[in-house]
């Protein structure tokens, strides 16, 4: 039965966040994700920017972090151009985002945006699918306005080979508010003929627990704001001992790596407290004191203040939570 097979975790793309120094320092020192989904990226036709590919190209050494990929699209040649780029870069997979909820992105009928056009997403995987070196899968919303956009799109995702469908059962309209709408949710997973990866806020231990056991079919999850608030979630999950170790240290190592790949790449110390600030506005929730510390850090404008800060509230002996108790609009 497939509620015994081994639970596989996705760590969801946040633009902004979740790209290649996240994800090569997250990989080094934490455990527990099985895949890496890639913030989205939009083609330039007839070639991908030379920063764009800068983006993809993982190091030689690095090869073996398994990364997918994200096009946020609504042009099939704009597919053929991603996959051709990919091939080359070594990419065996990439994602098609029909999630995002972003209004400039939305208004272009481009992802959250593209749901509500069940014909042209048709279209483009009749053109595509087939025709593609490397797999696709779909990463969606319920809809853009109303959740039943899902129920005419479950049907024609049905009828291609597509790797996975990640669902995070939200509509485009909400942005991050409300509930997930676990009802509807159960519906696409009825009607799916795909294996489905279930995404939206879980942020705990328990709040995994409560969603396995309502879909004990699923195995696979996708996580972002809960990994990016609690680096030891998926280990958590899991059950891995060793994964939940030397919990302070692994989040200072983690920092310091990621801080000075930052330092190689950014110009500018503003720039740098700007990109830190960003991690720190979803890691201080692992900390008890986290919150305070996180309104003065937001005050820091130059880097020397913001590592002296950092280095104190370190110094301190901060308590890191096993349990992050927050709900989706904690991170707006
Ligand atoms: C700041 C931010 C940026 C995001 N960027 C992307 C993106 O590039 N591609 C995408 O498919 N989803 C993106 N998402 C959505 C997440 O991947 C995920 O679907 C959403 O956060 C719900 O999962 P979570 O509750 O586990 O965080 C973004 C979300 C946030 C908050």
Not at 51 to 76: F, M, T
Not at 311 to 321: E, H, S, W
Request: proline share 5%; glycine share 6%; with cysteine.
């Amino acid at each position: 039965m497939e509620k015994h097979k081994k639970t596989e975790i996705y760590l969801a793309p946040i633009q902004g966040i979740t790209n290649k120094v996240y994800v090569d320092t997250y990989h080094e020192r934490f455990e527990g994700v099985d895949y890496y989904c890639a913030p989205f990226i939009k083609v330039q036709l007839p070639k991908l920017a030379k920063r764009k590919r800068k983006k993809l190209a993982l190091p030689e050494a690095k090869q073996n972090i398994p990364l997918i990929p994200q096009i946020l699209s609504n042009d099939s040649r704009e597919f053929y151009q991603f996959d051709q780029e990919l091939q080359e870069l070594g990419y065996q997979e990439f994602n098609w985002n029909l999630g995002c909820p972003v209004r400039m992105v939305a208004n272009k009928k481009r992802g959250s945006g593209l749901l509500p056009h069940a014909d042209r997403i048709k279209t483009i995987l009749d053109e595509v699918m087939g025709n593609l070196h490397c797999r696709l899968s779909i990463k969606t919303r319920l809809g853009f306005t109303n959740s039943e956009e899902v129920l005419a799109l479950i049907p024609i995702f049905n009828q291609y080979p597509i790797q996975a469908l990640i669902i995070h059962p939200r509509i485009g309209k909400q942005m991050y508010a409300g509930q997930v709408d676990l009802k509807r949710f159960a519906e696409c997973l009825a009607l799916s003929n795909h294996p489905v990866v279930y995404n939206g806020d879980i942020f705990n231990v328990a709040a995994y627990n409560t969603l396995q056991k309502q879909f004990p079919q699923i195995n696979k999850w996708m996580l972002g704001r809960g990994i990016l608030a609690n680096p030891f979630l998926p280990a958590q999950i899991k059950g891995w001992e060793s994964g939940q170790t030397n919990k302070l240290e692994r989040i200072i190592q983690f920092h310091e790596n990621y801080s000075s790949q930052y330092e190689k790449i950014l110009s500018g110390p503003t720039h740098i407290v700007d990109k830190l600030k960003e991690f720190w506005s979803f890691g201080h929730h692992v900390f008890e004191e986290g919150n305070s510390f996180y309104q003065q850090l937001k005050k820091a404008r130059h880097y020397d203040a913001y590592k002296i800060m950092v280095r104190k509230f370190f110094a301190t002996q901060p308590v890191v939570r096993d349990h992050v108790s927050v709900n989706s609009m904690d991170f707006m």
